[in-house]
């Protein structure tokens, strides 16, 4: 199983960045799919997950300003993220969260920064 994010990156507070994960070596189709995150010195936590029929579910702190989405045929889960602020710096990696327990492959995660 491989699970490649990208697209993250240094942005100022309030600025945008779309965040992409590419997966392979499973059956994409059949996973609710997450978006994690961990902040130094911090717990991995999730922050949006999306089911098999692209139900989105987003925690409280992401709410109304990420989005999340998947392409099943690309096997890849997107996250879309407005109105950054500070607190939104972390590694984000994804993962498979059905019940919103991811598995035990993590990829190498992508770097977020937002500057205040």
């Known amino acids: 199983v491989q699970l490649q994010a990208s697209g993250g990156g240094l942005v100022q507070a309030g600025g945008s960045l779309r965040l992409s994960c590419a997966a392979s070596?499973?059956?994409?189709?059949?996973?609710?799919m997450g978006w994690f995150r961990q902040a130094p010195g911090k717990q991995r936590e999730l922050v949006a997950s999306i089911t098999t029929g692209g139900g989105p579910n987003y925690g409280d702190s992401v709410m109304a300003r990420f989005t999340i989405s998947r392409d099943d045929a690309k096997m890849t889960v997107y996250l879309q993220m407005d109105s950054l602020k500070f607190e939104d710096t972390a590694v984000y990696y994804c993962?498979?969260?059905?019940?919103?327990?991811?598995?035990?492959?993590w990829g190498q995660g992508t770097q977020v920064t937002v500057s205040s």
């Open positions: 070596g499973l059956d994409f189709n059949i996973y609710d």
């Open positions: 993962n498979t969260a059905d019940n919103g327990v991811p598995s035990t492959y």
